[in-house]
């Protein structure tokens, strides 16, 4: 009953190329998909329910699956933990839900707002989430998250303090300076017509470096943050902000509110000051162009699941000619 991936072409974002996928670890839990029945198994046996939401020729599905639980200590930390489920976004298997109502794999996914891939729900015992990991994070960060959710500590720490307090990957230990970015403090909460954008940072982090550096210069990105009022924010700041609804708040409070996962991570907001997406994962410089249109130009008002705009993004681009490079 375990989905299974192959090779094939990538088929949510048609990129044209051949993609070669990884397939689950043999140790994930092959399930009949009643969730009751999983999260109580997991229960009885000192463990918890772990689901991991991928489609097929997902980049970073792949790059979870090789690099963190192809990881020994990452495979047997989880092992410890956790039972793992994997389920297709796009999936018709029939799945019993935590109320007990038979639907199905993407319907499930729906109702629990999966907007990326991967996403992990690391459940506790009576099937709330512990920690939910929306988008690819690396190995280092990866061990946090199991040390966390696996040590029950969610009723005792903010997984944003606890993060913080962990020892991060190399990085430059400073916060980037952009010419686009709202003045120090910033406030969130004035109106020029233009949707507001938190991108949450800190000072060590390595794929905070990777996006100043290589995200946001490309000329798509670029232009596209201009059709915000972006403000960056220190996870780990005391720094007083005016948040998109008018408070004033320490930026540490506000990633504390924000239940902030992983920098960076990018939290939109329309003009009435309302969260309207966000992303909190690893991404390459296609996906970030597409996170930012898809908010930029209101598609998600009329699209709301974001797997499906940048499959209709992809294909007009395709249309006219051009490679996408999903991982470059």
Not at 66 to 84: P, S, W
Not at 124 to 146: C, I, W
Not at 304 to 325: D, H, L, S, V
């Amino acid at each position: 009953m375990r989905a299974i991936f192959t090779p094939l072409l990538l088929s949510i974002f048609l990129a044209g190329i051949p993609a070669t996928a990884a397939e689950p670890p043999a140790w994930f839990k092959e399930s009949f998909l009643d969730m009751r029945e999983d999260v109580a198994e997991a229960a009885k046996s000192g463990r918890r329910l772990m689901l991991y939401f991928h489609q097929d020729g997902c980049p970073y599905c792949d790059k979870l699956l090789r690099e963190n639980f192809g990881d020994r200590a990452i495979a047997d930390k989880t092992r410890r933990h956790f039972d793992v489920i994997a389920l297709n976004l796009w999936g018709d298997r029939e799945v019993t839900d935590f109320a007990g109502k038979p639907t199905t794999e993407k319907e499930f996914a729906r109702a629990l707002r999966v907007q990326f891939t991967p996403t992990l729900l690391m459940l506790d015992e009576k099937g709330g989430t512990a920690l939910r990991l929306n988008g690819y994070v690396p190995p280092h960060q990866f061990h946090v998250a199991l040390d966390y959710a696996g040590g029950k500590l969610e009723k005792k720490q903010v997984y944003t303090d606890y993060l913080l307090a962990r020892e991060p990957a190399p990085a430059s230990g400073k916060l980037h300076d952009a010419p686009w970015l709202i003045p120090a403090p910033p406030d969130l909460s004035k109106r020029d017509g233009r949707p507001a954008l938190a991108i949450f940072e800190q000072k060590v982090c390595a794929g905070c470096d990777e996006m100043h550096a290589e995200g946001f210069p490309r000329p798509e990105v670029a232009a596209l943050l201009k059709r915000f009022r972006a403000a960056r924010v220190d996870i780990a700041a005391n720094e007083v902000l005016k948040t998109p609804n008018g408070k004033s708040l320490a930026m540490r409070e506000w990633a504390r509110q924000l239940k902030i996962a992983y920098t960076p991570s990018f939290v939109f907001f329309d003009a009435s000051g309302r969260e309207v997406f966000r992303v909190e994962g690893y991404l390459r410089p296609f996906h970030l162009a597409s996170s930012l249109d898809y908010v930029a130009s209101g598609a998600y008002r009329k699209q709301p699941e974001f797997q499906r705009f940048i499959e209709a993004r992809a294909a007009a681009r395709r249309a006219q000619g051009e490679k996408i490079e999903l991982m470059k």
